[in-house]
């Protein structure tokens, strides 16, 4: 069964920085594309990045230029390098496949931005 485990949130003032990590199990991780996707509160769950398993990247607009996703295929790992976080980029952070997401999520990291 495919598993997934975001870390590395937390709490951290405007302009600050955050690396999350997730780590998948029970799959073969190195042929999916991989997503960040958060969700506010009061919000539906958004993509903010991707990449494929060949390494491509995309962005969504509101974070680009900030964010960069990376992946460790040996280590089943993808993460989330987020810079000049700002209060609006405060949601529960989550990994799942790309395009299509799988059925299981994981619980999730929370990330907030607040002085």
């Known amino acids: 069964q495919v598993q997934f485990v975001e870390s590395g949130g937390g709490l951290v003032q405007p302009g600050g920085s955050l690396r999350l990590s997730c780590a998948a199990s029970?799959?073969?991780?190195?042929?999916?594309?991989m997503g960040w996707y958060r969700q506010a509160p009061g919000k539906q769950r958004e993509l903010v990045a991707a990449i494929t398993s060949g390494g491509s990247t995309n962005y969504a607009e509101s974070v680009k230029g900030r964010f960069t996703i990376s992946r460790d295929n040996a280590k089943n790992t993808v993460y989330l390098r987020m810079n000049s976080l700002k209060p609006e980029d405060t949601a529960v952070y989550y990994c799942n496949a790309w395009p299509g997401t799988l059925e299981v999520w994981g619980q999730g990291t929370l990330v907030t931005v607040s002085s």
């Open positions: 029970g799959t073969i991780f190195s042929i999916y594309a």
